[in-house]
Nanobody, 125 residues
Framework: VQLQASGGGLVQAGGSLRLSCAAS????????MAWFRQAPGKEREFVAGSNGWRVGNTFYADSVKGRFTISRDNAKKNTLLMEMNPLRAEDTAVYYC?????????????????WGQGTQVTVSS
């Protein structure tokens, strides 16, 4: 499984960005995806995830709940989107998408076997 993340950039506080993660390869019929992030000097942390590919059951870190939303890109197969609005300076980090061969998502990085290359999000205050 290969993951390609995109959509990062520089934005002012209060602005918005949309990240995209495209999965390819042997994705199977039952899998879950999530977003994590890592700020300089900090550990990688969970941001948002879904139970299964239908993305009908989503869950978020408290720090982003109500501001970030994940969804499936219906126009592109196996692509997970994350809308981030409004962004804050503390959201600055490298964002990674993650993939696991299970219909149950997880908040723990160790549970994901496949990772994208990361995309930088910088929010200026």
């Amino acid at each position: 499984v290969q993951l390609q993340a995109s959509g990062g950039g520089l934005v002012q506080a209060g602005g918005s960005l949309r990240l995209s993660c495209a999965a390819s390869g042997r994705t199977s019929s039952s899998y879950s995806m999530a977003w994590f992030r890592q700020a300089p000097g900090k550990e990688r942390e969970f941001v948002a995830g879904s139970n299964g590919w239908r993305v009908g059951n989503t869950f978020y870190a408290d720090s982003v709940k109500g501001r970030f939303t994940i969804s499936r890109d219906n126009a592109k197969k196996n692509t997970l989107l994350m809308e981030m609005n409004p962004l804050r300076a503390e959201d600055t980090a490298v964002y990674y998408c993650a993939f696991r061969l299970s219909g149950m998502g997880s908040r723990f990085a160790v549970d994901y076997s496949y990772w994208g290359q990361g995309t930088q999000v910088t929010v200026s205050s």
